[in-house]
């Protein structure tokens, strides 16, 4: 069963949007975790990553900073917290197991349906 995300929505530039995935339907808890983001007409690419048991984030260079991602191993949730948001962050975001700590590839290649950010000058 996929994960499902969800936090989406329209925020103009420089605001926040917290976005959530519950895997409580595949359970994510002892795997390495990452959001991932796909803008239209482009590659789906990684955006951040957390360990199974919350430590050592990685970010893609051009969210740090900017966003948080954090866990809830007893909820199954992932959180990634978006802040200075830019327009360039318009996109369909995704959560996924990772292949491994380290990793900015996804296990699965199912995904879920993602929740759109969109974000105006």
């Known amino acids: 069963m996929q994960p499902v995300e969800s936090g989406g929505g329209l925020v103009q530039a420089g605001g926040s949007l917290r976005l959530s995935c519950d895997a409580s339907g595949r359970t994510y808890r002892s795997s390495a975790v990452g959001w991932f983001r796909q803008a239209p007409g482009k590659e789906r690419e990684f955006v951040a990553g957390i360990s199974n048991t919350g430590i050592g984030p990685d970010y893609a260079d051009s969210v740090k900073g900017r966003f948080t991602i954090s866990r809830d191993n007893a909820k199954d949730l992932v959180s990634l917290q978006m802040n200075s948001l830019k327009p360039e962050d318009t996109a369909v975001y995704y959560c996924?197991?990772?292949?491994?700590?380290?990793?900015?590839?996804?296990?699965?290649?199912?995904w879920g349906q993602g929740t759109q950010v969109t974000v105006s000058p």
């Open positions: 996924n197991a990772l292949e491994y700590w380290g990793s900015r590839r996804s296990r699965y290649t199912d």
